[in-house]
């Protein structure tokens, strides 16, 4: 039996931790400057990548990387976080009907990335992520600047400008959502650290969206127990 597993992604702003012990998964966030939690073992860490690497060593043989992904039509040159949430997706999303699955990770970057029920790459999409879109206003412009409440404004046309900045960057993450999802033929599948938040303003039939924030996580481990079974 596998127990006291530690895994890690490195993502562009946070660092990503999974504990799994005892077949119960524990899943938290942590900025890149803090400490390492207690109790992680560096040298038994499994761990993944897709930002610049936290300045504690990581052991390069416990790495997963994209290649060592078992999907079909997957390139290499795909990031290791869309790997793994494509299949978590495939292995814990209930899908009778064997739709295709349309995973959108609400990250630094939205990447919505589609497989059919088979496990087989489609393609997919890289979007600025919500921070992302509000960083780059205040950035680029002069009087624009990121709005310290996220509360989602009812109304399409705002007077305030931080609902409007607001209301104008959900609506383009919205709109990359409507016309990559069918819900009749797709199983939409939201995960990311903006997921929960943003999976609520999404003005599309609610059926067939399902929100999973650490799919990716999950990816990490079900790859790691196959790898284990295997053996």
């Keep these: 039996m596998v127990s006291?597993?530690?895994?890690?992604?490195?993502?562009?702003?946070?660092?990503?931790?999974?504990?799994y012990s005892q077949n119960q998964s524990k899943f938290f966030h942590t900025k890149k400057e803090q400490n390492i939690p207690e109790n992680i073992d560096l040298d038994k860490l499994i761990w993944a990548s897709v930002g610049k690497l936290p300045n504690f060593s990581l052991k390069g043989e416990n790495e997963i990387k994209t290649k060592d992904i078992r999907l079909s039509n997957l390139p290499d040159y795909f990031g290791v976080d869309?790997?793994?949430?494509?299949l978590a997706a495939l292995h814990i999303i209930a899908n009778p009907l064997k739709k295709d699955l349309l995973i959108a990770d609400f990250g630094t970057i939205l990447s919505i990335t589609k497989l059919n029920s088979k496990g087989s790459i489609i393609g997919g999409q890289l979007i600025p992520g919500f921070l992302t879109q509000l960083k780059s206003m205040e950035q680029n412009t002069k009087a624009l600047k990121v709005p310290q409440k996220y509360a989602i404004p009812t109304k399409n046309f705002l007077m305030n400008t931080e609902e409007a900045?607001?209301?104008?960057?959900?609506?383009?993450?919205?709109?990359?959502?409507?016309n990559t999802f069918n819900p009749f033929k797709d199983i939409l599948v939201t995960c990311g650290g903006d997921s929960q938040f943003l999976t609520k303003s999404l003005q599309i039939q609610k059926k067939n969206i399902i929100n999973s924030p650490n799919l990716v996580m999950e990816g990490m481990i079900i790859h790691y127990l196959s790898l284990k079974q295997s053996l």
């Design 4 to 19: 006291n597993i530690n895994f890690l992604l490195v993502g562009n702003s946070r660092l990503h931790w999974a504990k």
């Design 82 to 86: 869309r790997a793994l949430a494509c």
């Design 165 to 178: 900045i607001l209301k104008g960057v959900i609506n383009s993450l919205n709109g990359v959502i409507n």
